[in-house]
Each structure stands twice: as structure tokens, then as C-alpha cells.
Nanobody, 114 residues
Framework: QVQLVESGGGLVQPGGSLRLVCAAS????????MTWVRQAPGKGLEWVSD????????FYSDSVKGRFTISRDNAKNTLYLQLNSLKPEDTAVYYC???????WGQGTQVTVSS
């Protein structure tokens, strides 16, 4: 079955960086576009970024554009999200997902605070 496992979250000061990792299994990873979304405390899900199956096209929400970078390694069945210049409003649980297969990971907490 499809399995997505996120890691790499943590507590970071404003202006800091983190790299989130999503390990995928149970499907042919290289065939699917992948997505990152997040949920801040008390708020709904917010789309963050997409990447196409080959990794050549990426898309970002206005709130993270220029600060976050999505990438993938199809040989390792792994999706990444590099978070730079973090702000307190980036605090959220971050989820990776395969929207076509309607599958999402368990999430990884990112907390940005001094």
C-alpha cells in the first residue's frame, strides 16, 4: 500500500532553515507529481508546493515563494522541501502527499520561534 513518511521537522529560530524529507513506498514514485501542504494551529490545510513527476516543474504558494524549494530524487523515492528564511507564521504540521492516489503522510511539526 502507499506509504509516505515525513521527517526533518523541529524547532528553529526565525531566519533559520530546515529540510523536510518524505520517504515514499508502495507505488511507482517517479510516475506521480507530489505535493506539500501544511496546517497551522487552529487553521485549515494550506497548499505549499507541487513538483511534477520528473522534477522539472515546481510550483509554490505566494507565502513561501523564494524561501522554500521543493525537489525529488526518483532513484531514492524521496521528496524534499528545503525551508529557508523561516518565519513564525511558517509554524505548522507539514504533510507530503500523492493527490492522485489520495495518500498523505502523518506529518512533521515545524515550529519557528525565538
Amino acid at each position: 500500500q502507499v506509504q509516505l513518511v515525513e521527517s526533518g521537522g523541529g524547532l528553529v529560530q526565525p531566519g533559520g532553515s530546515l529540510r523536510l524529507v518524505c520517504a515514499a513506498s508502495g507505488f511507482t514514485f517517479s510516475n506521480y507529481a507530489m505535493t506539500w501542504v501544511r496546517q497551522a494551529p487552529g487553521k485549515g490545510l494550506e497548499w505549499v508546493s507541487d513538483i511534477n513527476s520528473g522534477g522539472s516543474s515546481t510550483f509554490y504558494s505566494d507565502s513561501v515563494k523564494g524561501r522554500f524549494t521543493i525537489s525529488r530524487d526518483n532513484a531514492k523515492n524521496t521528496l524534499y522541501l528545503q525551508l529557508n528564511s523561516l518565519k513564525p507564521e511558517d509554524t505548522a504540521v507539514y504533510y507530503c502527499g500523492n493527490p492522485v492516489r489520495r495518500s498523505w503522510g502523518q506529518g512533521t511539526q515545524v515550529t519557528v520561534s525565538s
